[in-house]
């Protein structure tokens, strides 16, 4: 028989509770006495298993486009793209603490509420490990968060609790804001340069750009660091 042949329920069951048997019976020295005893050390024993964390690391970088034409631009037009990066990292933040920053309270922390923002220090690094211009900023979000006054937080108010992550986890990237991108709004009204009607796939490219610029600065290599 093969070896992910599927094993039926019956007999799933059955190894399932004579295994429960064998864990009860070494950690508490005796056979369970009912079956409910039984069920709630199996329902313990296959809970998902959480993992504290003390932060989170969250990467923006723009396009490829935009890090090399950052890099080989007039100094005006190199600080202006620096200037539109932090503005779009500022505005991605900006939306992930009025979308994703929530934490939990309740027994089973089955209740969800929203906190009074994120803790978070920035780095910006110019370069990819392999070496290639490559504009991006690490923002390490702190774990702890503070309970918003709201009335879903009532007394809870105030506390700090940590950060759920899962709304983090999940959020989109980028972040459906309804907002043009600031390095776009920076090309717009500081630069003089343009995003092209492009595909989807290069709708965040600054026209202008030729494809040899492109492959004069990218070599393959690790991700940026």
Same mark, same amino acid.
Not at 1 to 7: A, E, S, Y
Not at 108 to 126: D, E, K, M, N, S
Not at 141 to 167: H, I
Not at 199 to 224: D, I, K, L, T, V
């Given at each position: 028989?093969? *070896?992910? &042949? ?20 070494? %950690?508490? $020295? ?9 069920? $709630? ?5 296959? *809970?998902? %298993? #959480? ?14 486009? /935009?890090?090399?034409? &950052?890099?080989v631009a007039p100094p005006q037009v190199a600080q202006a @793209?620096? *200037?539109? !990066?932090? %503005?779009?990292?500022? %505005? ?26 994120? @803790?978070? =220090?920035?780095?910006? !690094? *110019? ?6 211009p490559n504009l991006h900023t690490h923002v390490a979000v702190?774990?702890? /968060? ?7 937080? $009532?007394?809870?108010?105030?506390? &700090? ?7 983090? !986890? ?7 804001? $309804? ?13 003089? &340069?343009?995003s092209p009607n492009a595909p989807a796939s290069r709708a ?6 030729? #494809? ?11 991700? =940026?660091?």
């Amino acid at each position: 028989m093969p *070896r992910d &042949w599927p094993v039926p329920e019956t007999e799933r069951a059955a190894i399932r509770t004579a295994l429960g048997r064998e864990m009860f019976t070494a %950690q508490y $020295g005796r056979a369970p006495t009912d079956a409910r005893e039984l069920s $709630g050390l199996l329902a313990r024993a296959s *809970r998902q %298993q #959480s993992t504290a964390v003390a932060g989170y690391d969250l990467t923006f970088t723009p396009v490829k486009s /935009v890090s090399a034409l &950052w890099a080989v631009a007039p100094p005006q037009v190199a600080q202006a @793209i620096e *200037r539109a !990066h932090f %503005q779009a990292v500022e %505005q991605c933040l900006t939306w992930l603490e009025q979308n994703a920053a929530y934490t939990r309270l309740g027994r089973g922390a089955v209740r969800q509420v929203q906190t009074c923002g994120l @803790i978070a =220090a920035a780095f910006t !690094h *110019r370069d990819s490990r392999a070496g290639d211009p490559n504009l991006h900023t690490h923002v390490a979000v702190s774990n702890k /968060v503070q309970v918003a006054d709201t009335a879903a937080a $009532g007394a809870d108010a105030g506390r &700090w609790l940590a950060l759920d992550g899962r709304p983090l !986890h999940n959020s989109p990237s980028p972040p459906p804001s $309804g907002t043009t991108p600031g390095w776009k709004l920076c090309y717009a009204t500081r630069s003089g &340069w343009s995003s092209p009607n492009a595909p989807a796939s290069r709708a965040n490219e600054p026209s202008g750009r030729s #494809s040899g610029s492109m492959r004069g600065c990218s070599r393959p290599g690790p991700p =940026a660091g």
